[in-house]
């Protein structure tokens, strides 16, 4: 389907995730090894943070990640604390640069892996169900990125993980409505610059991959000679479809049906229930 990551710590190169590492974004979008697809080659995107006060800055392409020569120098000259990138592997909708993720709406920034089966079939309900204020800044054509404005329109900005819960029940029960099975699959993540709110849920309970770093402070002192772990700091945290390089203790899976936010050096893992009270 698709592979992404988002990173929050000490400013980094963007290369060092998207091609230096053993298993980087780069060599997924050619050989993913947790993927249903092995090849993601239908458009990429980052999105990252620059000072507190900037809005989130965007690089998207509908051309393969591998091929565009771009992407490296940008990978090379930007350092940013916190960003995501996504590379694309299309389901029911075409190749082109709107649908590359990430997609943005003020400090906001959204990447999804999974789909709305069916999603010709529902599209129209679902996206009657966006506020009205958010509908005229629709670009492209993918269900991710009604996802995003649905999620927005049930409150991401105020409660983030709960606006998540309620757009995937909205999307289950609409496909629901039209005798879809199973409407949805999906790992996403959304941040604000500040915040990483990832989510891994499935309406058949057999969701995409998705991992978490664990403590890079007790990493350090099990590794205390690494040069990557010195680079991204104590605090670091990343949120990953699959991990980047193989070093025993640093990856965690996220288990089904969990949403965790990583915020101000603490990460938090919570049950991810859309049909709570």
């Known amino acids: 389907m698709c592979r992404w990551l988002a990173y929050r710590g000490n400013p980094i190169q963007l290369e060092a995730v998207l091609f230096r590492a053993k298993h980087s974004l780069i060599d997924q979008s050619l050989h993913s090894r947790f993927g249903h697809t092995t090849t993601n080659g239908d458009g990429f995107g980052v999105g990252w943070y620059g000072s507190p006060a900037e809005l989130p800055f965007r690089y998207r392409c509908a051309q393969p990640a591998w091929s565009d020569r771009n992407l490296r120098d940008t990978a090379r000259a930007v350092h940013a604390p916190m960003f995501v990138a996504h590379i694309r592997a299309a389901t029911d909708t075409p190749s082109q640069e709107t649908n590359c993720h990430p997609f943005r709406h003020g400090r906001w920034l959204f990447v999804h892996n999974g789909l709305v089966r069916d999603y010709p079939k529902v599209r129209r309900d679902l996206m009657l169900g966006i506020d009205p204020d958010l509908f005229a800044s629709i670009e492209g054509s ?15 900005e105020i409660e983030p993980v709960r606006a998540l819960e309620r757009m995937a029940r909205f999307v289950e029960e609409t496909g629901q409505r039209h005798g879809v099975e199973a409407p949805l699959n999906m790992t996403v993540c959304a941040t604000d610059g500040e915040q990483i709110v990832a989510a891994r849920y499935s309406s058949e309970r057999q969701s995409r991959s998705l991992y978490h770093s664990t403590s890079i402070r007790h990493l350090m002192e099990l590794y205390p000679d690494d040069p990557r772990l010195a680079a991204v700091g104590r605090d670091a945290f990343l949120v990953l479809s699959e991990p980047l390089v193989d070093l025993e203790g640093l990856w965690e899976e996220v288990p089904e049906s969990v949403a965790i936010v990583a915020k101000l050096g603490r990460i938090e893992g919570r049950i991810f229930n859309p049909y709570r009270a």
């Open 142 to 156: 993918t269900d991710s990125e009604v996802m995003f404005l649905l999620a927005l329109t049930f409150g991401l």
